[in-house]
């Protein structure tokens, strides 16, 4: 998945997690659009009321609701923001383990699990594409091919700068540090390509290092590992 012209909201989810992101995103989405709604009408009508009130300078049930109410308001947004975050740092088992490695300016993958399977991931020109067509800038030379309704670790660090594994459509977003390993599970739901790109300034080749994810069923995952081995 991808985004195209003058899409204003989130890309369609490809993963449980993304799918609690976008329904947050709707939810504080539609709590400031009442909040800036009733704000513009009140002062709307504050500048066309030729009216006045003797009581302005002191009114404490006034002053009772706009202490409660943004109170209220910020818990509606905390409380599902929380729930997130402890879903993105929640730990399961994993069925598999990818290890990716951030390069200048490209990535490298390694089925941590098999042996003999690791490969390099560059940029697709029109001469090395995976296909009879690609996505300029967006497309590579060999896909990370992963199941779907698995449950996958991805493991990133990287050999020389910060770089920053990110998938939008799966609400993935890792930073690759040098010397350090960090790691995110996630839970594919469907088949498809999933576009992303290095989410760090890393360098001045930093917009040609794009990610794309390739999600087939686990029957074809299989024959894929069988050639692959």
Known sequence: MMMSWLDMNCQNSS???????SFFHNNTM??????????????????????????????QQIEL?????PALT???????????????????????????????????????????????????GP???????NFRLLDVDNRLTL??????????????VIHSWTIPSMGLKVDATPGRLNQIIFFLNRSGLFFGQCSEICGTNHSFMPIVIESISPNSFISWLKNKI
């Open 15 to 21: 993963t449980p997690l993304m799918e609690q992101l």
């Open 30 to 59: 539609m709590i400031l659009i009442i909040i800036t709604m009733i704000v513009a009408y009140m002062m709307i009508s504050i500048v066309f009321n030729t009216k006045t009130n003797r009581f302005l300078l002191e009114n």
């Open 65 to 69: 609701i706009w202490t409660i109410m």
């Open 74 to 124: 910020l818990l509606l947004i905390a409380l599902p923001s929380l729930k997130i975050l402890y879903m993105l740092e929640e730990t399961l088992k994993p069925t598999l383990s990818i290890k990716s490695i951030g390069h200048q300016w490209f990535w490298s993958y390694e089925y941590s699990d098999f042996q003999n399977i690791e490969f390099d991931s560059y940029l697709a």
């Open 127 to 133: 001469e090395n594409s995976s296909n009879n067509f």
């Open 147 to 160: 199941p779907y309704l698995s449950q996958i670790r991805m493991i990133v660090t990287s050999t020389d």
